[in-house]
């Protein structure tokens, strides 16, 4: 028989050393449940690219969220399924006081005002090009300064319609700092900003744009969002967020960039956030119904890998489930 001093398999004998020693919890506390929504009442619409991830009207939105609360969710994104008619070119329907979005903010507050809503800052559930900023109509750029200009003016009437956290997440340069100063001068100093800072031209958000039916009509998104090859610029990126103000930082999406989260995590004066996103739901939703994978113990292990990473707080759209199913 060999000595053998260093037995690693002892701290993993039984359930409740396993639990004893684990280095990572997950909890719902860090989750962020992203919510669509569209005009009309009653309405509860499957998204196809999405299994159990639906469009709601604004009375059904109001009460998911009630019921997310329930479950102890502490924060839910918002993102509005815009009317194709009332989108153009210019986003005019972005800064319009009446819109959907805002309307949706205000009754999610009202209906529950302790939880966190976070609205999303970015063009391209309003503008008929699917972009995330105006395209020069002559050639063809996504224009950077006049569109900053626009997102400020979005951020402001979210924070008016009662929104807890401002989501930039255009990846336009200088949005930040342009947002944190219209907050501050029109009396919002305590309003969050989590910008997304390190946001990846991604294959994976294909299911969202689904939902929101907001593909870019031509182009790509790679002249904003960051390069997949780049981790030395996530760092630039961040630091540029949190000097103008950035309250916490995400990375986006999640599980390709695992690496990216912990180099954020490990350098970050503020807390991280990591989104989900859609293509990596609907891959492990549509795994798992294929008899692939356990869902269960696929969702625990994925979400608990971001804690792992140095994540503070995840987007996903598994929110709902793991609160209502997973989290003991
Ligand atoms: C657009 C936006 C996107 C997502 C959130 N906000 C898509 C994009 O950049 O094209 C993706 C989220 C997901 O895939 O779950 N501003």
Do not use: W
């Not at 910008?195 to 294909?206: D, L, M, N, Q, V």
């Not at 912990?262 to 956030?273: D, R």
């Amino acid at each position: 028989m060999p000595i053998i001093s260093k037995r690693s398999r002892r701290l993993r004998k039984s359930h409740s050393l396993r639990d004893m020693v684990a280095e990572t919890s997950l909890s719902k506390n860090d989750l962020i449940m992203p919510l669509f929504f569209k005009a009309g009442s009653n309405v509860k619409e499957e998204i196809k690219s999405m299994p159990d991830i639906y469009r709601y009207s604004l009375d059904l939105l109001v009460d998911k969220a009630r019921e997310l609360e329930d479950l102890g969710i502490k924060s839910v994104s918002l993102f509005p399924c815009i009317d194709e008619k009332l989108k153009n070119p210019k986003a005019t329907e972005a800064l319009n006081p009446e819109n959907l979005n805002l309307e949706a903010i205000a009754k999610v507050k009202a209906a529950c005002p302790d939880l966190m809503v976070m609205s999303d800052v970015a063009l391209d559930p309003y503008n008929s090009d699917g972009h995330d900023g105006l395209v020069n109509p002559e050639s063809g750029e996504i224009e950077n300064d006049s569109t900053v200009e626009i997102l400020a003016q979005m951020a402001l009437l979210q924070a008016q319609a009662g929104s807890d956290i401002i989501g930039p997440s255009d990846m336009m340069d200088g949005r930040v700092g342009a947002i944190r100063k219209i907050l501050e001068k029109n009396n919002y100093p305590n309003t969050l900003i989590m910008s997304y800072s390190a946001k990846y031209a991604s294959a994976y958000y294909g299911p969202f744009r689904d939902a929101l039916d907001s593909a870019p009509k031509a182009g790509d998104k790679k002249t904003y969002q960051m390069d997949f090859r780049n981790k030395v610029e996530a760092l630039k990126e961040m630091e540029g967020d949190i000097t103008q103000g950035a309250d916490i930082v995400m990375v986006k999406p999640g599980l390709p960039y695992l690496d990216i989260v912990a180099l954020l995590a490990q350098n970050s004066s503020v807390p991280v956030a990591v989104y989900n996103v859609s293509g990596e739901y609907s891959l492990i939703k549509n795994g798992a119904a294929a008899g692939l994978i356990d869902l269960d113990a696929a969702i625990t292990e994925t979400l608990t890998s971001f804690k792992r990473a140095g994540a503070s707080m995840i987007l996903s759209y598994f929110s709902e489930y793991y609160a209502r199913e997973l989290s003991h």
